[in-house]
């Protein structure tokens, strides 16, 4: 059984830094593809950052290029997302994900997910 278990949520002004993270078990780190997604009441849950097995590969959702940093520790079986310049529009549940397959910005492919954690941003 794999687990996901995200952490490092919280409560920020507008302009403050998260950083959030995402340990795995239940399966070799090395061998899934990871991304962060994120959920605001009454919207679709959106893609935010991915990075490939090996950590040599990324990719950014348009919104959050240039603030967001997806990063990995395959020592530490653990994904984080360093969240700068944050704004109130980053206000959601961020959930991580692990996939088997590839690293993507499609919700479909992503076989593992945490149960998120809120990350609130206030002007």
């Known amino acids: 059984q794999v687990h996901l278990v995200e952490s490092g949520g919280g409560s920020v002004q507008a302009g403050g830094s998260l950083r959030l993270s995402c340990v795995v078990s239940?399966?070799?780190?090395?061998?899934?593809?990871m991304g962060w997604f994120r959920q605001a009441p009454g919207k679709e849950r959106q893609f935010v950052a991915a990075i490939s097995r090996s950590g040599g590969s990324t990719d950014y959702a348009d919104s959050v290029k240039g603030r967001f940093t997806i990063s990995r520790d395959n020592a530490k079986n653990t994904v984080y997302l360093q969240m700068n310049s944050l704004k109130p529009e980053d206000t959601a549940v961020y959930y991580c994900a692990a996939s088997i397959f590839y690293y993507s910005g499609s919700t479909t492919s992503y076989n593992y997910w945490g149960q998120g954690t809120q990350v609130t941003v206030s002007s």
């Open positions: 239940g399966r070799t780190f090395s061998t899934v593809a």
